[in-house]
């Protein structure tokens, strides 16, 4: 099984619960972790926006990936939302027989 970390942002703790618990609740993820907020600098539309932002760290399955990505764009309100996968290069036997066992592809 390999296991990935999903980071998406949003404008909002609120936001950030809201995409976190989806996921989970649809076992897209056996866990969401939201950090910030976190200043942002990016370009946007031709101009270099600054805002705060709110990271969401899902932790799942390669399995779940395809399905996670299309739950996030769909509950998301951003245009382009960002979506990075990060393969898990290592980890214990324990965690990740538990993130594959409360995950569903």
């Not at 932002?53 to 932790?59: A, L, M, P, S, T």
């Not at 939302?81 to 393969?87: L, R, S, V, Y």
């Amino acid at each position: 099984m390999a296991a990935l970390t999903v980071l998406t942002t949003t404008d909002s703790a609120e936001k950030a619960e809201e995409l976190a618990r989806g996921a989970v609740e649809a076992r897209l993820a056996a866990c969401a972790q939201i950090s910030g907020p976190v200043t942002s600098v990016y370009h946007w539309q031709n101009a270099i926006e600054t805002t705060q932002e709110w990271q969401v760290f899902f932790k799942t399955t390669e399995a779940c990936y395809a399905t996670l990505e299309a739950h996030l764009t769909a509950a998301h309100d951003y245009d382009t939302p960002e979506i990075i996968a990060m393969p898990v290069v290592r980890g214990s036997a324990a965690y990740l027989s538990w993130l594959a066992g409360e995950t569903s592809a």
